[in-house]
């Protein structure tokens, strides 16, 4: 197959790029591995690139600009975005599941998993997982007024999205009221934490260093979608 150009990868966490290779170079794209640490770095290593895949390395306005011949970027998530593996195991458990996601179309919401109209209904769950990214601006859906209200079962909350999500006191005082019966935030409100925050007290408390996401499956999988998505960025019709 003909030279289609090359794709960047500016950095990344993985032992190898053997799936991405795997992923693009059949369609003719080579793949140029870099560990890029500043803005500098990147737009020198992307110069030439039609597409990139990137993890933590900077890539502001002015260095994408820069980039003349670059048509697409995807970016190396952190995160399992498993909502039919979520479904599935909660079905194997007899449970009902709920969700809300303004950015799904009707048409395109998954089969087996009620739809909502927004985060105050999470209060007629037994259990709360947010995997919303956080925003500027956003509110805390757990937080103050969005905190689920009392209920007659046992109820668990799991962040594994971004720690402005919870509202830190609410939480606290959710756990300390009885609200809810445990919670475990991948992230906090504020990192790193201060070692005598009154929520880091409690029993029915696990906190994760930004570790949620992982797992071999996970990290093979990230890999997966990041260059496929990109194939498909650069391959869409223009």
């Known amino acids: 197959m003909t030279d289609a150009g090359t794709v960047a990868v500016t ?27 500043t803005a500098d770095e990147v737009l020198h290593a992307c110069a030439d690139a039609v597409g990139v ?15 003349e011949r670059c048509r697409a970027i995807a970016h190396y ?5 498993t909502i039919d593996l979520d479904a599935a195991k909660a079905r194997a458990l007899g449970l009902r599941v709920a ?15 009620e739809r909502y109209a927004g985060p105050r ?17 956003q509110d805390s859906p757990p937080g103050g007024r969005g905190v689920p209200a009392p209920h007659a079962g046992a109820r668990r909350a799991a962040e594994p999205a971004r720690g402005p999500l919870v509202d830190t006191e609410a939480l606290d005082r959710a756990l300390d009221e009885g609200w809810i019966g445990g919670a475990a ?13 009154a929520l880091l007290g409690h ?10 996401f992982y797992s071999e ?13 990109l194939l498909d960025g650069l391959e869409a019709p223009s």
């Open 11 to 37: 950095d990344h966490p993985f032992r190898d790029l053997d799936i991405e290779r795997a992923i693009l170079e059949p369609r003719g794209y080579s793949v140029a591995e870099h560990q890029c640490g």
């Open 53 to 67: 895949l990137n993890t933590y390395a900077p890539m502001p306005a002015e260095v994408i600009g820069r980039l």
């Open 77 to 81: 998530g952190v995160g399992l975005d």
């Open 99 to 113: 969700a809300h996601d303004p950015f799904v179309a009707d048409d395109a919401w998954p089969g087996g998993i």
């Open 121 to 137: 209904r999470a209060r007629l769950g037994r259990g709360l997982s947010l995997r919303a990214r956080a925003t500027h601006g």
């Open 185 to 197: 935030p991948d992230l906090l409100e504020t990192e790193p934490p201060v070692p005598d925050l």
């Open 203 to 212: 029993e029915d408390l696990i906190v994760t260093a930004h570790q949620a």
């Open 217 to 229: 499956e996970a990290l093979r999988e990230l890999q997966r979608k990041a260059a496929q998505n």
